[in-house]
């Protein structure tokens, strides 16, 4: 009885002992060196895995971050200038330093003012939407409301909205890591300069067909008119077939070119309420306060809850 | 028009075969052998068959609406099999408390634990019944008799089916000429006047459903002709060399689960392969391991041992039998 | 026992209702949409203007590259505009907008073409042919016809096949015209047959149209260059790799063209307009299309002007039938459900197909129950069931592996599926991307 009590703890610490040896010599013998700044600057990078950067994870981009002589064109747009300033410092390179972003969505085409035309049987993904058909309503260019954006955001940064039909981008979680950008089939989420106060001015439409055609598949359509172009006085407004943009390094956010544009398909966001002219001048002073108490109890609502 | 036009991808049309119909098709096709057994056994098949079926159904209906919150399949006709099936795996006399665990067993852990239907690796009908076996192997082997029915067998089996007995008999050194005497006579088996689980007694009845199930094409030849005709070879081999010892395949065929399995558990949609070649691989498979448990094993009966034992290679053998893709291995005449 | 292809194939309801139908002349349209990229590979390239006048064949686009085709004017009228407009893909493409000239006597007068049986070209001409009367493929793929003619020195093609299988339910273009224009068909095959050097041509034809075959056992009967064989009626035979493998029992390679087997296949209605441009001039302008659908009235056979659109036959066949909710340009198995009727007529259109209320929707996708169906009709050996999981996950490495380039998008394997799952959506899915890959690493 002790006998075999004995061998048996004899035989699983000989057994113990041998696998520890073995496992000590196999692993100096394939111990593979890794630069120790790897893993510090890793600590460094938020850890979200996004991809946003262009490498498959944190780790990589953290190992092209120390073996890439110039990274200056390297950046994790999760993290933003701060964290690449901390990697600056740790590895004594230089970065770039670049204005934040935030995806803005570029389509307004609600239900009720882009109606249906058709209805859409079959797997309910934009990839394969786009690629079978040109979407439910007649406009070619805009959103598909299948949420494949929505799907690939890791942050929550997106919902769909069931009464409108389209995604919906909650800008304070919004990391700017540009998976939504990546896959949606039309292009229309932006990555955009996120600004003071996160105010900005942009077109919400990207229908290229003429003003007639753009008009009547969708109530908000830019039609190419025009008058964006001519109002704005920094020449940041560019048309090209039918469609406006406008490019954020020029624009002061103005929005002069919202209030003329006759299909309402410039958005501006996080901007205060507008003061009715002829009323506000009248009283202008003595209400100045009063506005600024609208501005607070106002803009806050709108710049937790949405943009776009 | 009133509604707008529909836009899909093509093809524009669909056969009129849906998986509901399918299922619809077995059920039609147990019909016969329930019939069998309301004959041989009474109101307790009939019992044991309502209690199956009503609790896998109801298991289905509460495991889907308050534990995954999923959308509710019972209408598809598969929790409808799993209970028909089920039943005809256990003995008339079950209690019924047995009968819900096995029910609970059968759609809860073997189906719905996978994912639902077309998920389950294990023929969930099988889970249940060898859960219960191993579980209850008194009550799962005491075969009631037909007495109320005073059928010819009345004065004969008391709590053994065919195989039981052979098995036993040969255990207690009986030759297989005297087991003959007390075993039912192959027409006896042929009709299904014997004892044994609630369906499986009765060949013509499954046979009459299983042509049924080629003929409205639900499943194809291979599982069952594989199956069967690898067990009468391998158990002719044994016959052949000591018809003492062993008995002769067409009583292994006829009695027991053999028929059952063949028609209705292995050939399962879910729980098969999907290529003919795996099909033959996966019937020779199951039709080895029944005659080696019933030959060698301390159970007088394996099909069901061998048709789960089977569908845990199905996934390897749909991974490596696939079929010939067009064009393959030929080369261009173009030089 | 008659001649078909071994493996999987579907035999759907083939509701063939206007096969006694003769072939009607449409009335020439007010005015034609005429798309540039009709074919396939790159689109052409227009060279008229705006306001610019046209005649009937003037090339109005002109091939864009070897894998193209010229596209000529179908009327003689005025170009009004270059627009974009929605085609059979759902988006919007660039076309040609001519307005017929209703002065202009050539749009209407009804030209005698009489048989001409002597070939008077010489190969290389025949081929330039082809090339420049902007002939692509009639059966639906529309792939340029002096492409696939186009055979390398050393290549050693012994036969020629003519396609005159028609398997997709309810289209009958095809079987009419065989009905119609036999004579000029077998003179159109004699031609390719000149032009290819070759000495023997197989037509294949589905045992449901009988009488096609009787008549071009009759015609051929002297003729011991050119055999008639009958087929099994099975779906999807009119696909290429199909119809050698029934024909001839030699397969194509995997990822190869017939010619790998020393095969050339060629539709029927390409045959004709071969023969047209051949032996009279006429380039590739009109097409016959099926008009049909269980409620359409008077569902027939038309010949049709390339850019009409699309509501001109319906409209002449009696108008859209109450609670119309698919139109279908092509047949149930293979063609595209279309957005609207603005859609106009290209080289494809084989028929337009205008589906009910009852058998429009899709049933909704249910749990693969793992029968595996779709594996044993699948005519290329593939397993749909697979693919389209792996498509759906994003695995497309593995789906490429799975041969997943090989489907030849037939439709079988969503026609089959008892749970009515999207086999083909995803799978087409899966190729794009596949293809994209594959292209982005070359």
């Known amino acids: 009885m002790t006998d075999s009590v004995l061998y048996s703890v004899l035989l699983l610490v000989s057994l113990g002992v041998i696998a520890a040896v073995v496992l000590y010599f196999v692993s100096k013998k394939f111990y593979v060196y890794e630069n120790p700044l790897i893993g510090e600057v890793d600590e460094l990078l938020p850890g979200a895995n996004c991809a946003g950067c262009g490498s498959p994870g944190c780790r990589s981009f953290a190992e092209k971050l120390v073996n890439t002589e110039d990274i200056s064109n390297l950046f994790c747009p999760v993290g933003g200038n701060d964290v690449m300033k901390l990697v600056a410092a740790k590895l004594g390179k230089e970065v770039a330093e670049k204005d934040p972003t935030v995806a803005v969505l570029r389509c307004q085409g609600s239900c009720d003012v882009r109606p249906k035309t058709t209805e859409f049987q079959g797997p309910r993904t934009c990839a394969i939407s786009a690629m079978i058909y040109s979407g439910e309503t007649d406009c070619q260019y805009g959103c598909l409301g299948d949420g494949d954006c929505v799907k690939v955001c890791k942050f929550d940064a997106m919902y769909m909205d069931e009464t409108t039909g389209l995604p919906v981008i909650i800008t304070d979680k919004c990391t700017s890591c540009g998976a939504c950008v990546e896959e949606c089939p039309r292009d229309i989420i932006e990555m955009r300069p996120r600004n003071k106060k996160d105010l900005k001015v942009f077109v919400g439409c990207l229908n290229e067909d003429k003003g007639g055609i753009a008009k009547k598949s969708c109530a908000v359509a830019c039609i190419g008119c025009s008058k964006c172009l001519d109002i704005c006085p920094k020449e940041a407004v560019t048309i090209v077939n039918n469609l406006a943009y406008i490019d954020p390094a020029y624009c002061t956010l103005c929005r002069k070119c919202v209030d003329v544009c006759p299909t309402h398909s410039i958005i501006e966001t996080n901007f205060p309420p507008k003061k009715v002219k002829k009323v506000e001048e009248k009283v202008a002073v003595e209400k100045k306060e009063k506005v600024a108490v609208i501005k607070e109890t106002i803009v806050e609502p709108v710049n937790e809850k949405t943009d776009a | ?335 | 026992m008659l001649k078909t292809f071994p493996k999987g194939g579907i035999h759907p309801p083939e509701n063939k209702l206007t096969s006694s139908k003769n072939i009607k002349r449409l009335a020439v349209p007010k005015m034609v949409n005429v798309p540039i990229a009709q074919h396939i590979g790159i689109p052409a390239e227009i060279i008229v203007e705006v306001k610019e006048k046209v005649k009937i064949g003037q090339v109005i686009a002109k091939s864009g590259g070897f894998v193209s085709s010229n596209i000529h004017s179908p009327v003689a009228g005025t170009v009004t505009k270059l627009d974009k407009i929605i085609d059979t893909s759902a988006y919007k493409k660039q076309c040609i907008v001519i307005r017929t000239d209703v002065k202009d006597e050539s749009n209407f007068e009804e030209k005698e073409y009489p048989l001409k049986q002597e070939i008077e070209l010489s190969s290389k001409e025949i081929l330039q042919r082809i090339n420049e009367f902007g002939i692509v493929g009639l059966g639906g793929a529309t792939f340029p016809s002096h492409v696939k003619l186009n055979v390398k020195e050393g290549v050693k093609i012994d036969c020629l096949l003519i396609n005159g299988v028609e398997c997709e339910p309810y289209l009958t273009a095809d079987h009419r015209l065989m009905l119609e224009k036999s004579e000029e068909i077998i003179v159109g095959i004699e031609i390719l047959m000149k032009a290819l050097n070759i000495n023997k041509a197989i037509i294949g034809i589905e045992n449901n149209k009988k009488d096609a075959i009787d008549l071009f056992k009759k015609a051929t009967k002297n003729n011991s260059k050119i055999q008639v064989a009958a087929l099994q009626v099975k779906y999807p035979q009119g696909g290429e790799k199909q119809l050698v493998k029934a024909l001839l029992k030699r397969e194509v390679p995997k990822n190869g063209l017939p010619l790998d087997v020393g095969v050339i296949v060629h539709n029927v209605g390409t045959i004709f307009a071969i023969y047209e441009a051949v032996q009279y001039d006429k380039p590739l302008i009109e097409r016959v299309v099926t008009v049909t659908g269980k409620k359409i009235e008077n569902a027939s056979n038309f010949w049709v002007k390339i850019g009409t659109p699309i509501s001109d036959l319906i409209a002449e066949v009696g108008g859209m039938p109450e609670g119309t909710r698919k139109i279908v340009n092509g047949g149930p198995m293979m063609g595209k459900a279309i957005k609207n009727t603005d859609v106009p007529v290209t080289k494809g259109t084989s028929g337009i197909l205008v589906i009910a209320e009852d058998e429009a929707s899709r049933g909704e996708p249910k749990n693969c129950i793992r029968c595996g169906e779709c594996v044993y009709v699948c005519p290329m050996g593939l397993e749909p069931h697979l693919l389209m999981n792996l498509s759906e996950k994003g695995l497309f490495e593995r789906a490429s592996n799975e041969d997943i380039m090989t489907c030849i998008e037939c439709g079988s394997c969503s026609y089959v599926c008892p749970s009515d799952r999207p086999l083909l959506d995803y799978i087409r899915f899966g190729k794009n991307i596949v293809k994209k890959l594959q292209t982005s690493k070359n």
């Open chain 2, 1 to 335: 028009m009133s509604q707008p036009i529909i836009i899909s991808a093509s093809p524009h049309v669909h056969s009129e075969r849906t998986s509901k119909k399918i299922m619809y098709d077995v059920v039609i096709a147990l019909i016969p052998a329930f019939l069998v057994s309301l004959y041989v056994f009474g109101i307790n098949a009939f019992i044991v068959t309502a209690v199956a079926v009503i609790s896998c159904l109801a298991f289905e209906y509460l495991i889907q609406k308050y534990l995954l919150k999923t959308e509710i399949t019972i209408g598809d006709g598969s929790a409808l099999i799993t209970g028909i099936l089920l039943a005809f795996n256990l003995p008339s006399g079950l209690p019924i408390w047995m009968i819900i665990v096995g029910s609970l067993v059968a759609i809860g852990i073997a189906k719905l634990s996978f994912g639902g239907l077309g998920f389950n690796i294990f023929n969930p009908a099988l889970v249940g019944r060898v859960f219960l076996l191993v579980s209850f192997p008194v009550q799962m082997t005491m075969w009631p008799t037909a007495v109320e029915n005073n059928l010819s067998m009345a004065d004969g089996v008391t709590g053994a089916t065919t195989l039981g007995m052979i098995k036993e008999g040969l255990m207690f050194g009986e030759t297989m000429t005297e087991i003959a005497t007390k075993i039912p006579s192959t027409i006896d088996l042929f009709l299904g006047i014997t004892g044994g689980s609630i369906g499986e007694m009765s060949a013509i009845a499954l046979l009459i459903g299983g042509i049924y199930l080629l003929v409205r094409k639900v499943i194809s030849w291979h599982i069952p002709v594989t199956m069967l005709v690898t067990m009468a070879v391998i158990t002719g081999i044994f016959w052949v060399i000591n018809p003492e010892q062993y008995a002769n395949p067409l009583i292994h065929i006829l009695s027991g689960g053999a028929l059952l399995g063949a028609f209705f558990m292995a050939t399962d949609l879910v729980t098969s392969p999907m290529t003919k070649k795996g099909m033959v691989i996966f019937a020779v498979g199951i039709g080895v391991i029944t005659v080696v448990i019933r030959l060698f094993g301390a159970y007088p009966e394996g099909v069901s041992f061998a048709i789960l034992i089977m569908n845990a290679f199905v996934p390897l053998i749909n991974t490596y039998f696939k079929p010939r893709r067009f064009g393959a291995n030929i080369k261009s005449k173009i030089v």
